[in-house]
Each structure stands twice: as structure tokens, then as C-alpha cells.
């Protein structure tokens, strides 16, 4: 049984530093994954606007700030990490940095107006809208909100929610799920270790605790002899 013991503590030992070389592979290359992400963020250059108190402003006012952060955190549910807002690191390169530029994007497109110019009478469910140009808000919606075929509604459609914005949010998005993954990829990483250093701990004292004993010999003495 001793010996049974022994080999297993071996083997759990065996796979814990398998376990642990695994978590030090995934911390190297989402190491990597970081460094290039950065590097990606910075010759982008795109940055978020902080005040001298440290708060994120939009056009130099907290307030329109405030109104993007509330269309990220409450209209779209983001569970906004507040670590990931550095104004000593306005470079957007976390996610949180990145949802935040997505919403603003979002934010302002949804809050525009744009200029619809008829050449011509247009007539659509028996409502006539002469020639001329029309201010369209866009009024809070989004690119499926609008019937593309009215003749004030789909130009603004294509106006406001433009090839450009749909980019820049697609683009935002690819650097948001990035830098989710390589979170997620650091977390693993941290979790393999953490695993394989308890398995290496437990195998090697199974083995420790199944050493052999020394072999102790009673030493006899004559009879009468002070020890």
C-alpha cells in the first residue's frame, strides 16, 4: 500500500508541473496577445478625453460623458470596469476603453440629424412630401428602427448609420472581444498554475508522507550497567 501511495504522489506531482508548464505557455502568449494589442492601440492613437479632475469628458462637457456612460452601462447592460479608465492612459486599449469609443459613436448617431434634400415631389401612403430639404432626427434609433422605404427615413437611415459608423463599431468591437479574450486567457493561465502547483504540493507529500521510517536497534545492556 506504501508503495502504491508513493507512486501516486509521483504522478500527481508528474501532472501538476504538466499543469503548471501548460498555465506558463498560456501566460506567455497572452503576454504576446497584450503586447500586440498595444502596440495596435497606440498606432491607432485613438484616445478618451479626461478633464483635470481625472473625469471623462465628450466634447468637453462630463455631462455628454455621463450620457454615453449611461447608454453603455444601462441601455446595453456593460458591466463597466472602472481600473480600465486611466486618464494617466487615455490610449483606448482595454475593454471597457473600447465599449466606451463604441457607445460614443453610437451615442452620437443616435443624437443627429441629418438633412434629407427631395429633388422632387415624392408621394408615399397617400402622403405627398414636396421637393425641398428636410431636417430628419434621428431620434434614438437604430439602424432597423427606420423604414428604408420612406423618403425621409431611408436617406437618413443611410446618413446617419453610415458604412464609416458601421466600421468603427464593428472595429471597436473586434478590440473589445480582444481584449475579453486575452483577460479570460490570463485567468486560465493563472488558474492552470495555481492547479498544477497544488498537485505538485499534494503529490509530493504523499511521497513524503510514505517514506520509509529509519530502522531503530534497542542497544542491550548488562544487567547492573548505568545506562
Known amino acids: 500500500m506504501t508503495t502504491r501511495l508513493r507512486r501516486l504522489g509521483l504522478v500527481l506531482a508528474v501532472i501538476g508541473l504538466l499543469f503548471a508548464a501548460g498555465g506558463a505557455y498560456a501566460f506567455i502568449k497572452t503576454q ?3 503586447r500586440s494589442l498595444n502596440a495596435f492601440s497606440s498606432a491607432q492613437n485613438v484616445q478618451l478625453t479626461y478633464n483635470d479632475q481625472g473625469q471623462l469628458v465628450d466634447r468637453g462637457e462630463t455631462e455628454g460623458a455621463q450620457a454615453i456612460m449611461s447608454l453603455l452601462a444601462n441601455d446595453w447592460g456593460y458591466p463597466v470596469v472602472a481600473g480600465d479608465l486611466n486618464p494617466n492612459d487615455p490610449i483606448v486599449n482595454t475593454s471597457t476603453e473600447y465599449m466606451f469609443q463604441m457607445a460614443t459613436v453610437a451615442y452620437h448617431t443616435l443624437h443627429s440629424v441629418q438633412t434629407v434634400v427631395l429633388t422632387e415631389d415624392v ?18 434609433r437604430y439602424f432597423a428602427d427606420f423604414d428604408r422605404s420612406h423618403p425621409l427615413e431611408g436617406p437618413a437611415r443611410a446618413q446617419a448609420w453610415s458604412p464609416t459608423a458601421h466600421a468603427l463599431i464593428g472595429e471597436l468591437g473586434v478590440g473589445t472581444v480582444t481584449a475579453s479574450a486575452l483577460q479570460m486567457g490570463l485567468g486560465l493561465a493563472g488558474l492552470f498554475a495555481a492547479l498544477g502547483f497544488t498537485l505538485v504540493l499534494a503529490g509530493l507529500g504523499l511521497v513524503w508522507a510514505t517514506r520509509p521510517e529509519p530502522v531503530r536497534v534497542p542497544v542491550l545492556r548488562p544487567a547492573g550497567v548505568p545506562a
Open 32 to 34: 504576446e496577445g497584450y
Open 123 to 140: 408621394e408615399y401612403n397617400g402622403e405627398v412630401f414636396k421637393a425641398g430639404e428636410y431636417q430628419v432626427d434621428v431620434a434614438g
